[in-house]
């Protein structure tokens, strides 16, 4: 499975997003405000799921604030930090 | 004097007197000490109570619910009791940035509890509220070994003012709620490393609220502080504090989640559950020490409108 497709689900199941479906999100969309939709609440949910499923830290704020900005993006920040701990 | 963020849109008392009232408080005080600022508080208020009378009527959103069967008479009266500890408050609050640290006596009976919890390192969600002097709590802070947090935006008069004046500021890690994603990260970041998070518990700076049925009326609190700890599973401490007498101020602590997993339960059921014994914690206190709530604006419909109906409407995430 893709790495964005495996994010796409577990941020679904993580978040309870309800009525929204992997296939619904593209790689490119925001995750936050327009795009998804996910707000400040959530992003507690996205730090602790990182944490949780790939060991990954998101203390440097310029890399979460790239990071967050889309699927695609937090797969790349997921491959670029995996493992580093 | 200088609570100014501690007003909302609403009258601000202590926002009276300006720049050079609030030199000559300062002077009075580093010369002569608190006493003779009490002096000159008790001699300037009845022109704020019958001359500034926006000053007075902004203490009748809190009267109204807290002595909800007082007649106009009676009323006034206990504005004019609570206006002159507010000052008093504010007086302490300046000496406590410009006075010697051993001048002031701060009861704190839970200390050392406390500190041995922060030390588990399980992360610990620290609730504040504009009640008593929480300036007072957080100086407290000086001992803990844990970094200390504050989501609070230290731009603002009321933070800026005290911090600078105690030299504190470089003790704690400011975290501005106007930030990236409102300072979850950090926050979150900081409780999984087991560090302490200060957060105020009657501010929502635009995040999501919940109400809560508070002194008779609906109130929205915000839920960051609560949510905070459903996600990582941090403990949940307030601290209020009591003036109790000339720079003599006690300090209570409540814990509200205690070595409790609260990470499986549906969100909203634990933001609930939290907030509830915040709230019921509050009221308590505010039963026993009436005069020190300082919040001078409508807290019942404030957080519910503007942005906040916004974020309502889109709930909490089960």
């Known amino acids: 499975m893709r790495l964005e497709d495996e994010l796409k689900s577990l941020i679904i199941t993580e978040l309870k997003l309800v009525d929204v479906k992997p296939e619904d999100l593209k790689d490119n969309d925001p995750l936050f405000g327009e ?51 | ?32 000490g608190p006493v003779p600022a009490y002096l000159l508080l008790a001699f300037i208020l009845p022109y704020y109570l019958l001359i500034r009378s926006s000053a007075r009527k902004s203490t009748y959103y809190y009267l109204r619910h807290r002595f909800p069967d007082q007649g106009r008479i009676r009323r006034f009266l206990t504005s004019t009791c609570y206006m002159y500890q507010f000052g008093k408050v504010l007086i302490d609050q300046a000496a406590m940035g410009i006075l010697d640290k051993n001048r002031f006596w701060v009861e704190f009976p839970g200390q050392e509890n406390l500190y041995s919890m922060a030390q588990k390192k399980r992360g610990m969600v620290l609730l504040t509220t504009h009640a008593g002097n929480w300036q007072t709590a957080m100086s407290t802070m000086d001992n803990l070994e844990t970094k200390v947090n504050l989501l609070f935006n230290i731009s603002n008069h009321e933070g800026r003012h005290f911090f600078d004046l ?84 006690a300090i209570g602590v409540k814990y509200i989640s205690n070595d409790q997993d609260w990470t499986q339960m549906p969100r909203e059921e634990v933001v609930k559950t939290l907030l509830r014994r915040y709230v019921v914690y509050l009221e308590e206190y505010l039963e026993k020490n009436p005069y020190m709530w300082f919040n001078f604006f409508d807290f019942w419909s404030t957080n519910k409108k503007e942005d906040n109906i916004k974020n309502m409407e889109k709930g909490v995430k089960n």
């Open chain 2, 166 to 249: 105690s030299g504190q500021r470089d003790r704690f890690h400011f975290i501005p709620p106007s930030g990236f994603l409102g300072g979850m990260v950090e926050a979150t970041n900081a409780l999984n490393a087991g560090e302490v998070v200060a957060i105020m518990g009657d501010r929502a700076w635009g995040a999501k609220t919940m109400e809560m049925e508070f002194l008779g009326g609906n109130a929205a609190f915000p839920i960051t502080p609560y949510y905070l700890v459903a996600v990582t599973g941090a403990d949940l401490i307030v601290l209020l504090t009591v003036r109790t007498g000339k720079l003599s101020f």
């Open chain 2, 1 to 32: 004097m200088g609570m100014r963020d501690s007003f909302g849109k609403g009258h601000n008392p202590s926002a009276y007197g300006g720049k050079i009232g609030y030199g000559i408080f300062h002077l009075l005080i580093r010369l002569t």
């Open chain 1, 35 to 85: 795009g998804l939709g996910l707000d400040s609440l959530d992003a507690v949910e996205l730090v602790v799921l990182l944490q949780k499923h790939y060991r990954i830290e998101t203390k440097n704020l310029e890399q979460s604030r790239e990071a967050f900005s889309s699927v695609k993006s937090l797969a790349d920040y997921v491959r670029g930090n995996k493992g580093k701990k």
